[in-house]
């Protein structure tokens, strides 16, 4: 069986008076894209805000290689976020005073970079996502597919090992979203990088090797890990 | 090094960027460190004059400035400016709060750390403040060049040795006075910024998740504030009763009631808020009922926006006081101070000192008005749209400024009238000074409610309907 990337153990997370998880478990594998659905308000963006260090469980593991998450100081999450990890949500994840060039160097850029090494990756990438055009405009001037675009190029401007998309094709209609998700898995599987992707959308969920259903907290279901993951 | 060269240079990216409330924060800061660059040198040229520096012995036609002893006193007031020009720069710094968290939060969702955060927001303020800082060193010498030729045109007969000017203006400052200035007030403008910004760095998904439920403030503490102005009178009235001769209440006052009463106010500013809110909101006029609710929501807002109108309450009345009974002291033995004009003149200077200090509150809380408008916009446009007047809308923005503010200052006043009380009960009686205290708490009620009402034409635009589609 190979070693997951990352790793989820029993974590539980409440707000309030609300329990978010309740004892979730779940393992993403190297290279693999896997599909995370369930109800609305059963722990989806609440999990995947734990295995990507954004938010700390109260309780449960989270590992990732030898180094425990769920205890990394806030500055070394930070930095995971800017070399290891990309994230893509439903909308508001670019900085709208910056352009789409400027908004996908960010990571490079905060990581000191020099300014035109980081603007040369991010040229790259905008145009592997069909965006190279937009390049000068700002988030607020461009469609929400082109937007959702700009995300992808900035979570993977890194060549990160893994992406957390939470319903990145949320605000797009289905065409749009088609667009986008082929982009995405087909840049995964050329970089070999793993993706943990939320969503609620059976068609969506298609595009992913494997899938899991949470239900109230806990992930109810996680299909086995095929004997070898399709390239 | 290279680090805080590519925090600058995303700072200046994003700011190419910015809407239009982020150019005018920085603006309206620049503004603030310009007016502070002026008073702090000003209060250089008269720590200069006298000194070796200076040149000869000083003649001036302001006995303030020849009177080594006058000196230090108009220092100090014109170092005490810089404190209203402070708390204008840090009112500043709310404007377009809102915005400010939503990128810091995108910065950090793309992997800035807390500290990289806030060092790019306090590099932002550290350049408006250092291009004002020089705007305010290029207005000043360009006034003391222009006064300096008015001195020298309208001299005309008898040598520059015996001529005395009205201006210090042939008193060289300096380089290292200049330098201190210029980086020094920026600097500390810095410092307030980096700190201030300690929490809004924190939340990376700040913008990627809708708010659940509106943040929960706390419950007002109501006993501190009340607690400390009664013990401050109850000192005060001690003091007054021991008749430890004339000097001992004086100094009772300044010592320690005068803390105790600024701590009063400053804590129950808050509670009034509500407290007036909760009676607003019961009344059946609409436009109460609005005012009411938003103060029992954030009677903080409220009590942030008013502070500094509070104090110059309390400052401004204990000021008329002390120079009313201070001057009819003097008039009432004309013999013994054939310099009476001078010390008229005097008085009339701290005024003068005091009155800017006002204006530089009232625009801040002319800011601090327009910036909750803005960041209130959807809830002013569902309210609209829910069929509310604007007339409605408008009286109560000025009923949500006026119902804290009026008994705010009124207690501000009477607690400037009782930390000045030993003067008026060791001189005769008089009403005047209590008559001067209404008109002065009158007055900035008045000022406060302009303030508010200039900010009004924004609630045309923030109560629109496209308010509410976006985001
Ligand atoms: N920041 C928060 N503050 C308070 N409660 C929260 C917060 N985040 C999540 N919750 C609560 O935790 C539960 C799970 O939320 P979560 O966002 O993980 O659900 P989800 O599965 O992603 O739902 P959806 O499909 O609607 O996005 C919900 O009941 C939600 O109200
Ligand atoms: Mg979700």
């Not at chain 1, 929400?144 to 993977?156: I, K, S, T």
């Not at chain 2, 007002?220 to 000192?235: D, S």
């Not at chain 2, 005769?428 to 008559?435: E, G, K």
Request: contains cysteine.
């Amino acid at each position: 069986m190979t070693t997951p990337l990352i790793e989820a153990r029993g974590l539980v997370k409440r707000y309030g008076t609300t329990d978010a998880l309740r004892g979730a478990s779940l393992r993403l594998l190297p290279g693999e894209v896997l599909a995370v659905t369930g109800p609305s308000g059963s722990g989806k963006s609440t999990l995947l805000h734990c295995m990507a260090g954004i938010v700390r469980p109260d309780e449960g593991e989270v590992r990732y290689g030898a180094e425990r998450l769920d205890q990394a100081g806030e500055n070394r999450r930070s930095t995971l976020r800017r070399t290891d990890f990309g994230v893509v949500f439903q909308f508001g994840q670019l900085v709208g005073e910056l352009t789409a060039l400027d908004n996908v160097a960010l990571p490079l850029l905060l990581a000191g970079t020099s300014r035109a090494a980081a603007h040369k990756s991010a040229g790259t990438w905008l145009e592997r996502f069909g965006v190279l055009g937009q390049a000068g405009l700002r988030p607020g001037e461009m469609s929400g597919g082109q937007g959702q675009r700009v995300a992808l190029a900035r979570a993977m401007v890194t060549a990160p090992k893994a992406v957390f998309a939470d319903e990145p094709t949320g605000a797009l209609d289905s065409l749009a979203g088609e667009q986008v998700m082929t982009a995405l898995v087909h840049a995964a599987r050329e970089s070999g990088t793993s993706v943990l992707l939320v969503t609620h959308d059976a068609q969506i969920a298609a595009y992913a090797d494997r899938e899991a259903t949470v239900r109230d907290g806990v992930v109810e279901t996680e299909d086995e890990p095929a004997a070898e993951v399709t390239r | 090094m290279s680090a805080l060269r590519s925090d600058a240079l995303l700072a200046w990216a994003m700011l190419r960027g910015s809407p239009r409330s982020e150019r005018w924060r920085l603006a309206l800061t620049g503004l603030g460190a310009a007016l502070g660059t002026g008073f702090a040198l000003a209060a250089a040229v008269v720590a200069v004059i006298g000194t070796r520096y200076g040149g000869g012995p000083p003649s001036y036609t302001n006995g303030l400035l020849n009177e080594g002893g006058l000196r230090p006193g108009v220092i100090t007031a014109l170092l005490l400016l810089i404190v209203p020009v402070l708390a204008f720069v840090g009112q500043c710094t709310r404007i377009g709060a809102l915005q400010r968290e939503r990128r810091f939060a995108a910065l950090r969702l793309a992997g800035a750390t807390p500290r990289q955060v806030r060092r790019i927001g306090a590099l932002e303020t550290a350049a408006a403040c250092g291009v004002g800082s020089l705007a305010g060193l290029t207005g000043f010498l360009a006034l003391r060049l222009v006064l300096h030729a008015g001195q020298q045109a309208g001299g005309g007969d008898g040598g520059p040795q015996q001529r005395a000017l009205t201006w210090p203006t042939d008193v060289p400052v300096p380089w290292a006075a200049f330098l201190a200035v210029v980086l020094g007030l920026p600097l500390l403008a810095t410092l307030e910024a980096w700190f201030t910004l300690r929490r809004a760095a924190t939340d990376p998904l700040g913008a990627a998740v809708r708010r659940r439920r509106p943040r929960r403030f706390r419950r007002v503490r109501l006993l501190p504030g009340p607690l400390a102005l009664l013990a401050a009178t109850g000192l005060l009235l001690m003091a007054m009763s021991r008749k430890l001769g004339p000097d001992t209440p004086f100094f009772a006052a300044t010592g320690l009631v005068l803390p105790l009463y600024l701590f009063g106010l400053l804590t129950s500013s808050a509670g009034m808020a509500a407290a007036m809110g909760r009676l607003a909101s019961r009344s059946g006029r609409p436009a109460l009922m609005i005012a009411g609710k938003r103060l029992r929501a954030d009677p903080w807002a409220a009590s942030r926006a008013h502070t500094a109108v509070m104090l110059a309450a309390l400052i401004g009345v204990g000021y008329l006081t002390v120079r009313r009974v201070a001057l009819d002291a003097l008039r009432a033995e004309p013999e013994h101070h054939p310099d009476l004009a001078f010390y008229v003149g005097g008085y009339n200077l701290a005024g003068l000192a005091l009155l800017i200090g006002v204006a530089v509150t009232i625009s801040g809380l002319a800011v601090s008005v327009a910036e909750s408008l803005t960041a209130r916009r959807r809830t002013l446009a569902a309210l609209a749209a829910a069929g509310t007047p604007r007339k409605v809308l408008r009286r109560a923005v000025l009923l949500e400024t006026a119902l804290p503010l009026a008994p705010a200052i009124v207690l501000s006043a009477a607690c400037g009238l009782a930390v000045t009380g030993p003067f008026l009960v060791a001189r005769a009686w008089s009403a005047r000074p209590l008559l001067e205290a209404a008109l002065l708490a009158g007055g900035l009620l008045a000022a406060s409610l302009l303030a508010t009402a200039a900010s009004l034409p924004l609630l045309r635009y923030s109560v629109h309907p496209a308010q509410l589609r976006y985001e």
